[in-house]
């Protein structure tokens, strides 16, 4: 069982930044790749960025290219979502999520590709 805990959501304006954080606990077995998803108010929940185990291979959904920066630090088992350019349609909470196999492929956006998700942390972007 991995357990992961979000920290860093909060309420900015638009054009602001914003980093959150989520802290995991010991992964057995090796580095997962690891994800993060957000979920609006009464919509689906959607793939924003992954970052391999090794820290080099990122991948983006593409309304967050260029705004959205994902990067993990394996030491301290945490990965971190730097967001900055925000829009009010980044609202959302956010969820971080680990791989459910080792060496799965990043490019796999599906939540049922992910095994472990944390308790979510509310960014909140106003206008």
């Known amino acids: 069982q991995v357990r992961l805990v979000e920290s860093g959501g909060g309420l900015v304006q638009a054009g602001g930044s914003l980093r959150v954080s989520c802290a995991a606990s010991?992964?057995?077995?090796?580095?997962?790749?690891m994800g993060w998803f957000r979920q609006a108010p009464g919509k689906e929940r959607l793939f924003v960025a992954a970052?391999?185990?090794?820290?080099?291979?990122?991948y983006y959904t593409d309304s967050v290219k260029g705004r959205f920066t994902i990067s993990r630090d394996n030491n301290k088992n945490t990965v971190y979502l730097q967001m900055s350019g925000l829009k009010p349609e980044d609202t959302a909470v956010y969820y971080c999520?680990?791989?459910?196999?080792?060496?799965?492929?990043?490019?796999?956006?599906?939540?049922?590709?992910?095994?472990?998700w944390g308790q979510g942390t509310q960014v909140t972007v106003s206008s």
């Open positions: 999520a680990v791989k459910a196999r080792l060496g799965a492929s990043i490019y796999d956006t599906t939540p049922n590709a992910y095994r472990y």
């Open positions: 010991e992964m057995s077995g090796g580095v997962y790749t």
């Open positions: 970052i391999g185990g090794n820290g080099r291979t990122t």
